[in-house]
């Protein structure tokens, strides 16, 4: 059974860092790009970043809106998905997903999601 | 890439028909992908490349469209169904979704 499990989240001030992590089990964690989508309290989905397979050389992607802020990465040989977050600030706050790209295009596994929330 | 959905919200009976439109900002070469979300869960997602059914997904939903506009029917609703809908689009970056649609019971 494919299990995107999230933890990490936590409350911190502004200007504070997280780091956020996603453990995988039940497939090949190696095969799949990868990505993290969060979701503000009462709003719809944001994709935030992926991270690449091995054979596309661990490259990444950033929405502009975290971009030089965050970094994304993973340890295929903990089948771990991480989100570094550096520089929060209260429009970073909300349910932080990880899901698995399908090689189709879309996200077929989702965790339950691990909350982030950024105050003072 | 922006992508519009329409309407932002729909009410509805159980049994009947719905649709749900997004028009995207440019071509996307139909990698769209609809998603059913449900309060406090993760999105589910039910059609990809614009008409492809999930598998496990029941045949009451369907996907079509091309180049820029997209439609996602339900043929008759079920009480389960009531939720809010995304579609998203992965054909350049950003990857972005449309604002949703939520689809209430009448």
């Known amino acids: 059974e494919v299990q995107l499990v999230e933890s990490g989240g936590d409350l911190v001030q502004p200007g504070g860092s997280l780091r956020l992590s996603c453990a995988a089990s039940g497939f090949t964690f190696s095969d799949h790009h990868m990505d993290w989508v969060r979701q503000a309290p009462g709003k719809g989905l944001e994709w935030v970043a992926r991270v690449r397979t091995k054979v596309r050389s661990y490259s990444t992607e950033y929405a502009a809106s975290v971009k030089d802020r965050f970094t994304v990465s993973r340890d295929d040989s903990k089948n771990s998905l991480y989100l570094q977050m550096n520089s929060l600030k209260t429009e970073d706050t909300g349910l932080y997903f990880c899901a698995r790209d399908n090689n189709k295009y879309s996200h077929d596994y989702w965790g339950q999601g691990t909350l982030v929330t950024v105050s003072s | 890439i922006q992508l519009t959905q329409s309407p932002s919200s729909l009410s509805a009976s159980v049994g009947d028909r719905v649709t749900i439109t997004c028009r995207a900002s440019?071509?996307?070469?139909?990698?769209l992908a609809w998603y059913q979300q449900k309060p406090g869960k993760a999105p589910k997602l039910l059609i990809y490349f614009a008409s492809t059914l999930q598998s496990g997904v029941p045949s009451r939903f369907s996907g079509s469209g091309s180049g820029t506009d997209f439609t996602l029917s339900i043929s008759s609703l079920q009480p389960e169904d009531f939720a809010t809908y995304y579609c998203k689009q992965l054909n350049g970056y950003p990857i972005t979704f449309g604002q949703g649609t939520r689809l209430e019971i009448k």
């Open positions: 440019q071509g996307i070469n139909n990698y």
